[in-house]
């Protein structure tokens, strides 16, 4: 079995979690908070062809979901053991850009029936848990979506074609050799100075993709400007940071408010829950979140914490100050280049968003 540093980390968080039982809650810096933590009763797991339950009690019980039948029993110290093996195994393999082995802990893996290394998902929940929520005093079940430090940072929002925004270029008609040369530019800070030097300049004129500016209209009318306004901030190379961003647009005056920071960043959180927690730019979002856990993240120590959407602040404090824009490949999503059309020239931008760690 082959998977990247995400895919075993997934399986990580399976060992490492039936091997403590307990789950805590991080605050907006992803430190462990002791005293908020929730108890780990079971974690649910969808395969190619079957669905097992990894019980937790003295020892873990494997239990076959559709019949309720123990598959077999499990000591919590082997799981101890190769939470430790696979860490270490990560540890190792932390530069690898593609998928490795890791023979001995897939070993153990298939002794206790995994078939797969991730969870068979069609959702944004990489992992199902039952919990013992300890504030309330009651079992639940959820489901999480997993980000790992252990590797290369994950992405929040994936590029495609469906996220290109259309720009239209104000101040000056380019012509060939000015396009040639823009062009020819590699980075777009030098695109946008160049632009800047013959008088010209860019303003958001729409979404590519109808779907994207409704999800985005879903959070307020004014966030597909607002968004195309930090991408526009972002490769003119003033930052890359999403908070830094909000705040420089909020001073732009692309909205009208009592106190635009303050309207603008909580606006930008509520996005990135969005985006998080289930809306993608090519389907119709229906306000309705899909990892309804929240967020595990695997930390570069190994542990695991959580943003459970009961905790809302810390979670979306998390990613308003972990993440940042990124440029994705200009050829697969097609933007970058200058065109012309009904006697108007046009700029296409596309960005992802990361996390920083």
């Known amino acids: 079995m082959t998977g990247n540093i995400g895919e075993w980390s997934e399986l990580y968080t399976l060992f490492k979690l039936l091997a403590d039982g307990k789950l805590y809650a991080a605050d907006a810096n992803t430190n462990k908070i002791p005293e908020i933590y929730y108890d780990v009763l079971k974690v649910i797991r969808a395969q190619k062809s079957d669905k097992l339950e990894y019980c937790r009690e003295s020892e873990v019980k494997i239990v076959n979901a559709e019949n309720g039948k123990v598959i077999c029993s499990v000591p919590i110290e082997k799981f101890i ?9 990560l540890k190792g393999q932390k530069k690898a850009k593609g998928a490795f082995e890791l023979p001995e802990v897939w070993s153990f893996a298939e002794s206790i029936k995994c078939k797969t290394l991730k969870a068979k998902s069609q959702d944004k929940a990489d992992i199902v848990l039952m919990v013992h929520d300890i504030m309330c005093g009651r079992d639940d079940t959820f489901g999480f979506s997993i980000k790992s430090q252990l590797g290369s940072p994950s992405t929040l929002f994936n590029a495609s074609g469906a996220t290109n925004f259309i720009f239209k270029l104000n101040g000056h008609m380019m012509t060939e050799e000015e396009k040639s040369i823009f062009h020819g530019y590699k980075y777009f800070k030098d695109k946008f100075d160049y632009l800047k030097s013959l008088g010209g300049s860019v303003e958001f004129f729409n979404t590519e993709n109808e779907i994207l500016n409704f999800n985005l209209k879903m959070v307020m009318p004014e966030m597909p400007k607002v968004f195309a306004e930090m991408m526009k901030v972002y490769f003119e190379g003033q930052t890359s940071s999403v908070s830094e961003l909000t705040d420089i647009v909020a001073g732009s005056n ?5 106190d635009n ?11 990135l829950t969005n985006i998080a927690l ?11 979140y899909e990892a309804t856990g929240g967020y595990i993240i695997v930390k570069e120590d190994g542990d695991v914490v ?11 404090n998390y990613l308003y100050a972990n993440t940042r824009f990124d440029t994705p490949s200009k050829s697969k999503h097609g933007f970058g280049t200058i065109y012309e059309k ?3 020239q046009y700029l296409k931008l596309n960005v992802q968003i990361r996390f920083l760690k």
Do not use: S
Request: charge should be negative.
């Open 81 to 89: 053991e190769q939470t430790d093996i696979l860490l270490n195994g």
């Open 254 to 258: 692309v909205v009208h408010t009592l």
């Open 306 to 316: 959580c943003y459970h959407i009961y905790n809302h602040n810390a979670f979306k």
């Open 278 to 288: 289930g809306m993608v730019p090519n389907t119709l979002w229906t306000g309705d």
């Open 342 to 344: 009904d006697g108007e």
């Open 261 to 271: 920071k303050v309207f603008l960043r909580h606006k930008v959180k509520e996005l």
